[in-house]
Structure formats: C-alpha cells, structure tokens
C-alpha cells in the first residue's frame, strides 16, 4: 500500500534552517509529481510547493518562494523541503502529498511532521 | 493568486443532507478537489475532478460544480462525516500553482 512518511521537523530559531524528508513507499516514486502542504496550528490548509517527477519543474508558493527549496531522490523514494530563513509564520504540521496522474493535488497524505520557529 | 472562500461552518442532523460550498474564480477554468480532515489526522481525499471518488470513499460523498462554485454534497450523513472540510484547485493566474479553501467545519447534529 502506499505510505508517505515525513521526518525532520523540531525547533528552530527565526532565520535558521531545517530539511524535511518524506519517504515513499507502495508505488513507484519516479512516476509521480510530488507536493508539500502546510498547516499552521488551528489554521487552514497552504500549499507550498510541488515537483515534477524528473525534477525538471518545481513551482512555489509565494510566502516560501526564494527560502524554499523542493527537491527528490528518485533513487531513495525520497522527497526533501530544504527550508531556510525560517520565520515564526513558518511554524507548521508540513505533509508530502502525490499528484495523481491528471494533476490532482493529495491523493495520498502523510502523517505530517511539525516545525515551530521560535526563540 | 486566486482565493477560494468557504462557509466556516455548517451542521446538519444525522442522516440527512449536507451541500458545502466553494466560491473561487479558478474554478471556471478547473474542478476542485476536496478533502476531508478529522481532528489529529492528515487530510484525505474524498472528490477530485468532475465528480470522482478515490476508492473507500462512500458513495454518499458527491461532488458538482456550476459557474465559480463547487459544492461537496454528503447525502445521508453519518457521525463519522463530522470533520474539516476543504476545496482545492489550481489558481487561474496561469502560473501552474495550487489554492485551498478558507475550510468549513461540518457538525453532525
């Protein structure tokens, strides 16, 4: 079956730096566009940004656009979300999703990973 | 970027019919998604495109759309429906991006 599983969120400092990885598993990776989403305590759903499934596109919200960075390990059914210049506002659950094959956004979730930024 | 604007909240009692709604210009172009989120627990997909279920969903989750609106219907709902609900779609810019709904929250009276 397929699973998605996310790790490397904690505590960071404003302005510092964390990598969040999602581990795939069920299907095969490197056929699929993969996303990040993002909710904030108590708060709605954000998307954040996406990849195609050879890397060649990445697309970006505008609130990450420039500190972000999507990338993937097509070898290691690997997602990664190199996240820098963190700001209190960043403080999130982060979840990996696939795109399905017509571009639908979440057919399979993680469980998430949390971030919070603060001092 | 485009918005999409949902109720806050809605409830209806048990077994009957719910409509949740979705308003947003992105949606003359593209069908919404939608997804169903329980307190704890990650999102799952419950309509994507026209009116499509991915498999395990209950039949009685629909999904339609007309104009700048998409709607999320549940006919016949049950507790287990009680939860967050929201739309996505692409934005119209044409910058290939995604926007979700503001979420409306469905009490099962």
């Known amino acids: 079956q397929v699973q998605l599983v996310e790790s490397g969120g904690g505590l960071v400092k404003p302005g510092g730096s964390l990598r969040l990885s999602c581990a795939a598993s069920?299907?095969?990776?490197?056929?699929?566009?993969m996303s990040w989403i993002r909710q904030a305590p108590g708060k709605g759903l954000e998307w954040v940004s996406y990849?195609?499934?050879?890397?060649?596109?990445?697309n970006y919200a505008d609130s990450v656009k420039g500190r972000f960075t999507i990338s993937r390990d097509n070898a290691k059914n690997s997602l990664y979300l190199q996240m820098n210049s963190l700001r209190a506002e960043d403080t999130a659950v982060y979840y990996c999703?696939?795109?399905?094959?017509?571009?639908?956004?979440?057919?399979?979730w993680g469980q998430g990973t949390l971030v919070t930024v603060s001092s | 970027s485009s918005e999409l604007t949902q109720d806050p909240a809605v409830s209806v009692a048990l077994g009957q019919t719910v409509r949740i709604t979705c308003q947003g210009d992105?949606?003359?172009?593209?069908?919404a998604s939608w997804y169903q989120q329980k307190p704890g627990q990650a999102p799952v997909l419950v309509i994507y495109?026209?009116?499509n279920r991915p498999s395990g969903i209950p039949d009685r989750f629909s999904g339609s759309s007309s104009g700048n609106t998409a709607s999320l219907t549940i006919t016949g709902a049950q507790a287990e429906d009680e939860a967050d609900y929201y739309c996505n779609s692409r934005d119209s810019s044409g910058n290939h991006l995604y926007v979700f709904g503001t979420g409306t929250k469905v009490t099962v009276l």
């Open positions: 990849i195609s499934s050879s890397s060649s596109y990445t």
């Open positions: 495109g026209k009116n």
């Open positions: 999703a696939r795109l399905d094959g017509s571009g639908y956004l979440g057919d399979y």
């Open positions: 992105s949606l003359r172009s593209y069908y």
């Open positions: 069920g299907f095969t990776f490197s056929d699929y566009y």
